[in-house]
């Protein structure tokens, strides 16, 4: 199942944008620039938690650079019923998922739920689909499976 991800990203939820980028950068981490729309936060599509339509906006921001090779995401929940805002609510802040590019999501999808797990939450930005999946019983993180969107 895993031999056809490519590791992208570790993504952790915070309760503050402005306290969480100001804490990484005195890290050197980041910068943190907003990825899509006014304020940081991203235009998606096609919003789906467990398999039903729904509304909601995160703020989403990506480390320059990461930490080496490794993608740095965090995400501030703002409005709206997600598994993001799930998580802060039950677990507090903290490492929520593990993101994954995939050639195939469709594919990819029916390899999970073949092997008992199902999707928690997917949509769609300007360049990615993605689905993130029930993973969590064990170690408490969430698999994000993204591909490409052809253009």
């Known amino acids: 199942m895993h031999k056809n991800w490519k590791f992208h990203h570790i993504a ?3 309760k503050d944008m402005k306290k969480a980028i100001e804490f990484y950068q005195s890290l050197g981490i980041g910068p943190f620039p907003p990825l899509i729309g006014p304020e940081g936060t991203v235009h998606l599509t096609e ?6 339509p729904v509304d909601y906006q995160i703020d989403l921001r990506q480390a320059e650079g990461g930490i080496g090779d490794i993608a740095f995401e965090v995400v501030e929940p703002l409005e709206g019923e997600t598994p993001v805002k799930e998580f802060l609510e039950k677990k507090g802040e903290g490492i929520q998922h593990i993101g ?4 195939d999501l469709d594919q990819e999808t029916a390899k999970m739920a073949e092997k008992g797990f199902s999707i928690t939450q997917s949509g769609e930005s300007p360049n990615v689909k993605w689905a993130y999946f029930d993973t969590d019983a064990v170690g408490g993180v969430s698999i994000e499976l993204m591909q490409k969107k052809s253009k």
Not at 47 to 52: H, T
Not at 100 to 103: I, K, L, P, Y
Request: glycine share 8%; hydrophobic share 55%; aromatic share 16%.
């Open 100 to 103: 994954f590019f995939v050639d």
């Open 47 to 52: 919003k789906k938690v467990r398999g039903k």
């Open 12 to 14: 952790v939820i915070v």
